[in-house]
């Protein structure tokens, strides 16, 4: 499975506590993973709800926010030494910047893996076939 590591500009704070009493430590190491089948399957559920229609019958919808996130969330390994999967309370958390970054490792990951995939339909394909 494909990871790839990045580095946050601003970083995620958290605190830890040790003998010298709490301290704030930032966390700007970041590994994200390529996206699995289970993951993008569970993240669109958790991002259904039902809404009563206008036209009185319940409905089952999707929002794409919340299961772009709850993909997102699940491609973290790590943050630091927090380890993922993390919860979207937890990415409401991170500054924007460090965010986008995330996002756009999470763009490059799935733009690998889906040009793997197309050259995966391609294998064996000749000339000769056109």
Not at 41 to 57: H, Q
Not at 71 to 92: C, H, K, S, T
Not at 109 to 129: E, V
């Amino acid at each position: 499975m494909a990871e790839l590591s990045i580095s946050l500009p601003v970083g995620l704070k958290s605190h830890r506590t040790s003998a010298a009493g709490e301290e704030e430590v930032i966390h700007r190491d970041a590994v994200l993973r390529e996206l699995e089948t289970a993951d993008i399957i569970n993240a669109g559920a958790e991002a259904e709800k039902v809404v009563l229609g206008e036209d009185g019958d319940y409905h089952l919808v999707q929002s794409p926010t919340l299961a772009g996130l709850h993909m997102l969330r699940r491609q973290i390994v790590r943050i630091g030494d927090i380890d993922g999967p993390f919860e979207v309370a937890d990415l409401l958390r991170l500054n924007r910047a460090d965010f986008n970054a995330l996002q756009d490792a999470a763009d490059q990951l799935d733009a690998a893996s889906l040009s793997q995939m197309q050259g995966t339909t391609q294998r064996g394909r000749g000339d000769a076939a056109s």
